[in-house]
């Protein structure tokens, strides 16, 4: 069924028809709920994307390992002297450079990714927010993002 929405080419055939082809459309939908969820789950593929492209030069190995390394880089920095920290000790031996500079570099960069996280999961969620408090199904593909 054809919609207003709908973008057409006319092109030809194999056999040297004349056709028209739908080269893009717009969903339709059958309800304010539905538009919202498929608006929200665009909006959380592109926040998805932004986020992916922060970690991306982390490989899945070394970000398994972040928790481990806040939470000993945590406790080094609140006691160095009986704090029991085998993983960056490890991390700190084999770079040729202190416990501690290995701790604070990790508190830095936690802080740093947890401010560009925050941001952009913000702006995802303020996204979302207006989606579901649109009242029409052109007010919520109307929401930019």
Do not use: C, H
């Not at 092109?11 to 893009?24: F, H, K, R």
């Not at 929200?40 to 481990?68: C, H, N, P």
């Not at 160095?80 to 490890?90: D, L």
Request: without cysteine.
């Amino acid at each position: 069924m054809a919609s207003s929405n709908d973008v057409w080419k006319k092109t030809t055939d194999a056999n040297g028809n004349e056709v028209m082809v739908l080269i893009s459309s717009t969903p339709t939908f059958a309800t304010l709920l539905d538009a919202q969820k498929a608006r929200e789950a665009l909006i959380r593929q592109k926040y998805k994307g932004i986020i992916e492209s922060i970690v991306s030069d982390y490989t899945l190995v070394e970000r398994e390992t972040w928790f481990t390394q806040v939470k000993e880089a945590e406790a080094y920095i609140a006691n160095p002297t009986t704090a029991v920290v085998p993983f960056i000790t490890a991390l700190a031996t084999s770079r040729g450079v202190t416990i501690s500079v290995v701790a604070n570099k990790i508190i830095t960069n936690r802080d740093s990714y947890n401010q560009s996280i925050s941001q952009y999961l913000g702006q995802q969620q303020a996204k979302v927010d207006q989606v579901y408090t649109a009242l029409t199904i052109d007010a919520v593909e109307s929401v930019v993002f």
